[in-house]
T-cell receptor, first 115, second 116 residues
Framework: AQSVTQPDIHITVSEGASLELRCNYSYGATPYLFWYVQSPGQGLQLLLKYFSGDTLVQGIKGFEAEFKRSQSSFNLRKPSVHWSDAAEYFCAVGEISSGTYKYIFGTGTRLKVLA | NAGVMQNPRHLVRRRGQEARLRCSPMKGHSHVYWYRQLPEEGLKFMVYLQKENIIDESGMPKERFSAEFPKEGPSILRIQQVVRGDSAAYFC??????????????FGEGSWLTVV
């Protein structure tokens, strides 16, 4: 079965510092990968997605992610974090299982931003 | 262009009562997914429906949980005889087409169920 691992449960960075959130997946074929952000008490907002092509994907709010097949990773990055980026971040892989398509989510990384 | 609409946003039920969560997909979307997010956990797939059909319910608990997506009206996730362990956020998502990996699905803002 496919799985998504986000090894960091909590990350704290200072405002203006760079950020990298890790995501590793296990999937036999070419994965379809997503990053979502969830603010407290809110739904999920899609940051970016990778289906094919350029392995460096640009998203909203200044985020980017790089797909590395050799490392089975899809890490999320941002060069300079803003206080409003404090939220929980979920990596997901889209899979077809038993003929239906659904997402498998990681357990999330909670980002805290220090002023 | 309204997104996925869920209601109620917050619901409190006593143990043993029923909870009904509603989801209206985005306009033009005929595929609906329900996910559950337990405290401090990621989202877990529950069920995938098309109009009048349950396509995949492999993530649904065997008892007390049911889902429907009628020809008219919203999709409904129904939890009978709720227990404290049902307290969670329930997210609905929709897509225009369920077949074909890589389709983006769009999430609603969730319904937070608290069982007291």
């Amino acid at each position: 079965a496919q799985s998504v691992t986000q090894p960091d449960i909590h990350i704290t960075v200072s405002e203006g510092a760079s950020l990298e959130l890790r995501c590793n997946y296990s999937y036999g074929a070419t994965p379809y990968l997503f990053w979502y952000v969830q603010s407290p008490g809110q739904g999920l907002q899609l940051l970016l997605k990778y289906f094919s092509g350029d392995t460096l994907v640009q998203g909203i709010k200044g985020f980017e992610a790089e797909f590395k097949r050799s490392q089975s990773s899809f890490n999320l990055r941002k060069p300079s974090v803003h206080w409003s980026d404090a939220a929980e971040y979920f990596c997901a892989v889209g899979e077809i299982s038993s003929g239906t398509y659904k997402y498998i989510f990681g357990t999330g990384t909670r980002l805290k931003v220090l002023a | 262009n309204a997104g996925v609409m869920q209601n109620p946003r917050h619901l409190v039920r006593r143990r043993g009562q029923e909870a009904r969560l509603r989801c209206s997909p985005m306009k033009g979307h005929s595929h609906v997914y329900w996910y559950r997010q337990l405290p401090e956990e990621g989202l877990k797939f529950m069920v995938y429906l098309q109009k009048e059909n349950i396509i995949d319910e492999s993530g649904m608990p065997k008892e007390r949980f049911s889902a429907e997506f009628p020809k008219e009206g919203p999709s409904i996730l129904r939890i009978q005889q709720v227990v404290r362990g049902d307290s969670a956020a329930y997210f609905c998502a929709s897509s225009p087409s369920g077949q074909g990996a890589g389709n983006t699905i769009y999430f609603g803002e969730g319904s937070w169920l608290t069982v007291v």
